[in-house]
Nanobody
């Protein structure tokens, strides 16, 4: 299975915006949800937001109201629009898929895309 390919990370000032994109390669399992995760230096990877194939979404408390997740099921692509960025949003952002119940919780992890929020 090929790693996801994330893009869109950059250096941005506080209050700025970025749009991340990720394409997840097709596998033998059906994708039920696609999500964005992030890992800040010295911290564990955490779920930022995810979206189901029916369009239902989940956001972590820290990004709710600022980030918007969207997806294109036909292209296995997921986006993350990030507005009102804060320094604490600085992290490497990864995407992945949830293949449950018939498949694994995660596929392989990609390299991620780095987001740095700093003045």
């Amino acid at each position: 299975q090929v790693q996801p390919v994330e893009s869109g990370g950059d250096l941005v000032q506080p209050g700025g915006s970025l749009r991340l994109a990720c394409t997840i390669s097709r596998s033998g399992w059906k994708i039920n949800r696609m999500g964005w995760y992030r890992q800040a230096p010295g911290k564990q990877r955490e779920l930022v937001a995810d979206i189901g194939t029916e369009g239902d979404t989940f956001y972590s408390y820290s990004v709710k109201g600022r980030f918007t997740i969207s997806g294109d099921n036909a292209k296995n692509t997921v986006y993350l629009q990030m507005n009102s960025l804060k320094p604490e949003d600085t992290a490497v952002y990864f995407c992945n898929a949830d293949y449950r119940p018939l498949g694994p919780r995660f596929g392989p992890w990609g390299q991620g895309t780095r987001v740095t929020v700093s003045s």
